[in-house]
C-alpha cells in the first residue's frame, strides 16, 4: 500500500514539474512577446496577434514560436501519456511521456519537410510560407487553450472516458475554425489551392486526429 501511494506521489510530481515548466514558457512567451499571447487567449483580438508592425505579417521562427512550440509538444504529450495511453509502452509514464514527445517532434518536423518539398515541386512555395505562418499562430492558440484544459482535469479529475470525448470534441472543433480562418484568409480559388488544403487537412490534421481516437478507445 506504502508503495502505491509512493509511485503515486512520483507520478504526480513529476508532472507538478511540467506544469511549472509550461508556465514557466508562458510568461517567457508574454516577456517576449508582449500582448500576442493575449491576443491568442482572446478570440476576438485573435487578428491583432498576426501583426507586430502596420501592414507586416508575423515571422514563422520567432522566440515567442519556439516557445509555444515546445508548450505544444509538452501538454499534448501529457495529455497522450496521461489519458489517451497510460503504461501503453512502458510502466513508466515518464519514460511514456519521453516517447510521446519524441514522437510528436518527429511528425512535426516530417510534415514541414514534405509540405515544403511538395510547396517546391508544385511551384507554390509563397503561398505555403504565407499559410504556415497563419496556421503556427492558430497552433499556439491551440496549445494554449489546452493547456487550461490540462490544467482543470488534472486538478478535478473526470472520467478518462469523458476526459476524452471533451478533448477530441474540443480539438475538432479548434481544427475545424482554424481551417476555416485560413481557408477564407489564403484560398486563392483556384483547383490546385482548394485540392492542396484538403489533402493537408485530412493527410496532416483530420486523419492523425482521427487515427489516435480511435486507438484511444481501442485500448
Not at 492558440?141 to 476524452?164: D, E, T, V
Request: proline residues 2%; aromatic residues 22%.
Amino acid at each position: 500500500m506504502n508503495q502505491i501511494l509512493y509511485n503515486e506521489e512520483l507520478v504526480f510530481n513529476w508532472v507538478k514539474l511540467l506544469l511549472i515548466v509550461t508556465s514557466i514558457l508562458i510568461l517567457w512567451a508574454r516577456a517576449v512577446g508582449g500582448n500576442k499571447i493575449i491576443y491568442l487567449i482572446k478570440f476576438w483580438s485573435l487578428h491583432k496577434y498576426f501583426f507586430f508592425e502596420a501592414k507586416s505579417s508575423i515571422p514563422l521562427f520567432t522566440i515567442f514560436n519556439s516557445l509555444l512550440f515546445f508548450l505544444r509538444i509538452i501538454v499534448f504529450s501529457l495529455f497522450f501519456t496521461l489519458y489517451l495511453f497510460p503504461n501503453k509502452f512502458d510502466e513508466s509514464q515518464s519514460q511514456n511521456f519521453l516517447f510521446f514527445s519524441l514522437i510528436i517532434t518527429i511528425y512535426i518536423v516530417i510534415k514541414y519537410l514534405i509540405e515544403n518539398i511538395i510547396s517546391i515541386i508544385f511551384k507554390y512555395k509563397i503561398y505555403l510560407n504565407e499559410v504556415s505562418r497563419l496556421r503556427t499562430g492558430l497552433k499556439n492558440l491551440i496549445s494554449l487553450h489546452f493547456y487550461i484544459y490540462l490544467l482543470i482535469i488534472i486538478f478535478n479529475p473526470l472520467s478518462i472516458k469523458n476526459i476524452i470525448v471533451i478533448g477530441f470534441t474540443l480539438y475538432l472543433i479548434y481544427l475545424f475554425l482554424c481551417s476555416r480562418v485560413v481557408y477564407k484568409k489564403y484560398d486563392n480559388k483556384s483547383p490546385k489551392g482548394i485540392l492542396y488544403f484538403i489533402l493537408y487537412l485530412c493527410a496532416f490534421e483530420l486523419g492523425p486526429a482521427l487515427i489516435v481516437m480511435w486507438h484511444a478507445f481501442k485500448f
